[in-house]
């Protein structure tokens, strides 16, 4: 019992803790939403910056910070510039009576003048520096002429210089304000406003001059705790960067400070580089800049102030939390966090836009499947279309005898049955010679010739309803099938959408090593695939002035690391010669195809009734297509042509090439009434192991030659476009590198004049070639077949051959030396 009611007051204890952890992450949670709504939407922050730039000076007298920003947060958030116009006022009345009037005319005057420029400028953002500029130049030399009376040229130029510092610090606001003011949501900080932004806190730091803690000067203290934490979170540029502008504009502020700007730049550069120890380097790195740049600049004497002000930099440091760091970082380029952060963004959108496209895929599935179902079956359709037509003869006949109710209440099957008979006699065309059937009728019913008449009437507008709904259904069959089609490339695209890049960070050490050990100068190497015969990867390298480096050097070497044959995808040149070149590399292909072609229209015409077409397509296959229009002459080549456009369109998008043939044999069947039809000679060759399938629609028998082997390929199929529905054979067939592959159309198969068995004739004409050029076998066998008919052409007449080759690489591959084994 005792172990029973530990384990209980254990399991209480557990809950009550996880619960009291909870509730602490919500209300802190909860407490960090407040500080940003109070800080960010209220505007307190505007209040803080403002108050101190209100109190800031340079060189002892200048007050140039006040009104440029209240004319940034007017400018840019308008609903906000009560406040900072109370926090700058406050600001300056710890100063002095001149600064505090400077500050108020200047501000006032802005505000009446502001109204006049958004009059005359449509672009008033643009003027707002100018009218900052002439309005704290005419209120400074009217408080100092006028009010104090200090005629001087100093103070005249003073007045000018305050201005264009006015001017300058406009600009930078303008870009600084909406990054205090506004959340900023997965959206990097451009090189001009990371500036911006440690300018104004540089200035704000000015405004605490004179504050000070047990003798420590409070801005010291914070500038180093800005620098340290910059350091820290992006690194030795934006560490030194920042060191140098504080202590420049601390140093303006002040003389005394102009060492400080040494310390400042010293300390960031040193974080920066020891960044990866950590807060413990950072700190460290402050540590040392302050131990030298304190003992050369003021001696020994005032050293141990310095520290100390290093030192309660660095527990402000230490006490920063890492959330916040982790935050800040997320918006400087080049850190880890923002390359996260851009990497999830990027990985987010690609989800985002992977799963809409595979629910449009979802929707043309459903489409189709509606599409295909015709909600009853045909059978059942039928038995409803026969019962609407009866009934509609009935209500002709049946509905005025008086023998109705006999026939179709106590012989209902009987007379059903009969009318069911001969409806269907007469749609057949059979009904006048069955005697029996009409015979029988007679005996059951007293409107005997009545009934068949109106049967043998009405059964020309059931074949027309019949015909129209047949042709409804093939339409409805060709959208559904079109629907598919659509529906699976979509779908294979949003799996190509959520293609992410591996990680494959020794291979890429690996590659990026060999070519610097060769002396090829590489920017990055990214691995995206290392996949048997799918290897892709991007690089970048200098401008190469078009010297074709990646093709002769760079691939070579990739193929002796990798162990095969890599060429250069595609290829992004630098616009300017100091620029890098991006350069995609990848695997080619095992095999690669050339062809010939030789083609003659019917009585040495111009325009032949077939048409051919040759075609790499993106999913590693080669098409090769021929395609004979019924007839000679122009409408037979529109028809064959457009047949192989349809094709070609139709494949080029990724759509199975079955799908493709039997959508083109639904249009054509559908678009006319017309007798017009073609064949379709097919072959698809996957570049990759030379597998091929054929497809003959009504075409004649294609060749293979191997050797001194030949080996026919044929199918028994209609041509396109005399059936709306039909089935067709696909041949596989296995070349070899070396093959020649023979298609011709009926011109040139049934060619030859007296020659009973053409099969025969063509297998022996193939086998006696001498070359194995494409070109020259294409021209041979149409010669051969012209010369038999004593060089008149009969038909329209097409050859085209393919050979199979093995790919040969143009440049040879390049040891990789210590590198060159496989990287996979």
């Not at 009576?97 to 005057?109: D, G, K, N, Q």
């Not at 190509?496 to 291979?507: A, D, P």
């Not at 011709?744 to 053409?758: C, K, W």
Request: overall charge negative.
């Amino acid at each position: 019992m005792e172990r029973i009611e530990r384990s209980w007051i254990n399991q209480i204890s557990e809950v009550s803790l996880n619960q009291t952890q909870a509730v602490f992450s919500r209300w802190i949670r909860h407490l960090k939403l407040r500080i940003g709504h109070l800080f960010i939407h209220k505007g307190f922050l505007l209040l803080v910056i403002g108050f101190l730039l209100g109190r800031a000076l340079i060189l002892s007298k200048l007050t140039p910070f006040a009104l440029p920003f209240f004319a940034a947060v007017y400018t840019m958030r308008r609903d906000k510039a009560g406040l900072a116009f109370v926090a700058l006022m406050a600001g300056s009345l710890t100063l002095s009576f001149e600064t505090t009037l400077f500050v108020f005319t200047a501000m006032f005057s802005f505000l009446v003048f502001y109204g006049l420029v958004k009059k005359f400028f449509s672009d008033s953002l643009k003027m707002i520096p100018f009218v900052v500029f002439c309005l704290s130049a005419s209120t400074k030399l009217v408080i100092t002429y006028f009010l104090l009376e200090n005629k001087t040229m100093y103070e005249a130029v003073m007045a000018f210089v305050e201005a264009g510092l006015g001017f300058v610090l406009t600009l930078i606001f303008i870009q600084s304000i909406p990054l205090l003011t506004v959340r900023k949501h997965k959206q990097a900080l451009r090189a001009e406003e990371v500036i911006s932004l440690i300018i104004l806190l540089a200035s704000m730091l000015t405004g605490m001059i004179g504050w000070s803690f047990y003798g420590l000067s409070l801005e010291h203290i914070m500038s180093r705790y800005l620098v340290l934490l910059l350091a820290f979170v992006a690194g030795t540029t934006i560490g030194s960067t920042v060191g140098v502008v504080t202590g420049l504009i601390l140093s303006l502020a002040n003389v005394e400070n102009l060492y400080e700007m040494s310390l400042l730049a010293f300390a960031g550069l040193l974080g920066g580089l020891l960044k990866e120890g950590r807060k413990i380097g950072v700190a460290f790195g402050l540590f040392i800049a302050t131990l030298l740049i304190g003992l050369y600049g003021n001696g020994k004497a005032d050293i141990v102030p310095t520290v100390m002000e290093s030192c309660l930099a660095i527990v402000l440091f230490w006490c920063t939390p890492s959330s916040l760091t982790k935050k800040i970082s997320k918006y400087i380029p080049g850190t880890v966090e923002y390359a996260n952060e851009q990497q999830q963004y990027v990985r987010k959108i690609r989800d985002v836009t992977a799963q809409r496209v595979a629910q449009f895929s979802h929707v043309f599935q459903a489409l189709a499947n509606s599409f295909s179902t015709y909600g009853f079956s045909s059978e059942e359709y039928d038995e409803k279309e026969i019962d609407y037509f009866l009934s509609g003869v009935t209500e002709k006949t049946c509905q005025t005898c008086f023998k109705k109710e006999q026939c179709w209440s106590y012989h209902f099957d009987t007379t059903y049955g009969y009318m069911k008979r001969i409806m269907l006699e007469a749609d057949n065309g059979d009904l006048v010679s069955n005697h029996k059937l009409l015979r029988e009728w007679d005996r059951h019913c007293v409107k005997a010739n009545k009934v068949v008449e109106m049967i043998e009437k009405e059964v020309a507008l059931y074949q027309a309803n019949k015909k129209l709904r047949k042709q409804v259904n093939e339409s409805r069959k060709l959208v559904a099938e079109q629907l598919i089609g659509v529906s699976q490339v979509m779908e294979d695209f949003a799996t190509e959408i959520q293609r992410e890049r591996e990680n494959h960070y020794l291979q890429e050490e690996q590659i990026f090593h060999a070519l610097q050990e060769f002396g090829i100068e590489v920017g990055y190497v990214d691995i995206y695939s290392l996949e048997k015969g799918n290897i892709d990867i991007e690089m970048s390298i200098p401008y190469c002035e078009g010297h074709g480096e990646c093709e002769k050097l760079i691939a070579p070497m990739l193929s002796d690391i990798l162990g095969e044959t890599i060429v250069v995808k595609r290829e992004e040149c630098a616009v300017y010669p100091n620029d890098y070149c991006r350069v995609a590399f990848g695997s080619t292909k095992t095999f690669t195809v050339d062809t010939g072609v030789a083609y003659a229209a019917k009585g040495g015409g111009l325009v032949s009734g077939d048409s051919y077409s040759m075609i790499e397509l993106a999913t590693g296959k080669y098409a090769i297509a021929i395609s004979d229009g019924m007839g000679n002459g122009e409408r037979a080549h529109s028809e064959s042509n457009e047949t192989l456009q349809l094709l070609q369109k139709i494949l080029q998008t990724g759509i199975d090439e079955s799908i493709a043939i039997k959508s083109i044999n639904s249009i054509l069947s559908l678009r006319t009434t017309d007798e017009i039809f073609s064949t379709l000679d097919l072959a698809m060759i996957d570049l990759q192991d030379a597998s091929t399938k054929f497809l003959k629609i009504g075409s004649t028998p294609s060749f293979v030659k191997r050797g001194d082997k030949v080996i026919k390929i044929e199918a028994s199929n209609l041509p396109m476009g005399i059936l709306k529905e039909f089935e067709f054979e696909i041949v596989t067939e296995q070349l070899k590198a070396g093959d020649l592959l023979i298609m011709m159309s009926d011109g040139v198969f049934e060619g030859p004049s007296h020659v009973e068995n053409h099969e025969l004739w063509m297998k022996r004409k193939i086998k006696e070639l001498q070359t194995n050029d494409p070109q020259e076998v294409a021209d041979l066998i149409m010669e051969e077949v012209i010369r038999t008919r004593s060089g008149r052409i009969e038909d329209d007449m097409t050859v085209v051959v393919a050979k199979i080759k093995h790919n040969t690489p143009k440049w040879a591959t390049i040891p990789a030396y210590m590198y060159a084994k496989k990287a996979q």
